[in-house]
């Protein structure tokens, strides 16, 4: 099992926290299906301090989605750690994470998220304050480095475990690589092997057969499950089942598919109200229906769609439309 600090996950599974798309609405799906732990898209330590509406309506944890980490980013070390006390004494969040790994520029230019992985004398500091002014565990995902010629991963995550961090994920790929070419599992093996806290590998866990190779190969303690799972909750329970069982379940049928695509839904709405909802719904609904007989066309409509009775009466239509045809085909 995995265990961070002293909060024990009920498998090895995590979803890892994806910026627009690891809201309350898909969070709870992931836990109903099995997942071990899940991650909070990262907030800004600043919104928090400032009180940004949105930011604050970000921090809202449904108990049922328990353990859960809740991730920060930001440029300072005041900053950081008044953001990090904020969610310490006010949300229900099981673990406080710190972002170290994301590559995109208006993060890294405001010397945030991947910027840090040049400097470990930063991690250290940064990681030593926030442990210092929390209660809760605290955590770090970052990256293998910024770019082939810059790969600090050891020397980072040794300064991670010196500063008091209970654990870290790990993406085997570099800022420079952004979401291109092959993750390097080597370096996961590498960092395992140089500290004594947890280490989750993240990068290219597809399927369920990759998250067990990621397992045997580099003696990390948990696998990060991402993009795979965007629009495919069944990825993190049929890789649970597969990695307790050698078992591999078959994929969800079309219907299967858009019951679960109108919860989601429907749980966007509870959230975020009718209209903003429908309209993030539409690239959620783009990863449900990948692969399904005639997606391209019901995509376009889809991307039309105004109101909640129309998405949900296409995706009964699609449902209906694939099950009919399975049926013809049998």
Known sequence: MLKISDITMKNRVVLAPMAGVCNPAFRLIAKEFGTGLVCAEMVSDKAILHKNERSLDMLYVDEREKPLSLQIFGGTRETLTEAAKVVDKQTNADIIDINMGCPVPKITSCDAGARWLLNPDKIYEMVAATVDAVDKPVTVKMRKGWDDDSIYAVENAKAVER????????????????????????????????????????????????????????????????????????????????????????????????????????????????????????????????????????????????????????????????????????
């Open 163 to 330: 500063a008091g961090g209970q654990a870290i994920s790990l993406h085997g790929r570099t800022r420079v690589q952004m979401y291109e070419g092959e993750a390097d599992w080597n370096i996961l093996r590498e960092v395992k092997n140089a500290v004594d806290i947890p280490i989750i590998g993240n990068g290219d866990v597809k399927t369920p057969e990759d998250a067990r190779r990621m397992l045997d190969e580099t003696g990390v303690d948990g696998v990060m499950v991402g993009r795979a799972a965007l629009g495919n909750p069944w990825m993190l329970y049929r890789t649970i089942h597969y990695l307790e069982t050698g078992e591999n379940i078959s994929e969800p049928s079309p219907q299967e598919k858009m019951d679960v695509c109108k919860l989601h839904m429907d749980r966007l709405i509870d959230l975020k109200g009718e209209e903003v909802a429908v309209r993030e719904m539409r690239k959620h609904a783009s990863w449900y229906i990948k692969g399904i007989r005639g997606a391209a066309k019901m995509r376009d409509k889809i991307n039309q769609m105004a109101t909640r009775d129309e998405m949900a009466a296409a995706f009964d239509q699609l449902g209906e439309e694939m099950q009919e045809r399975q049926a013809v085909s049998t």
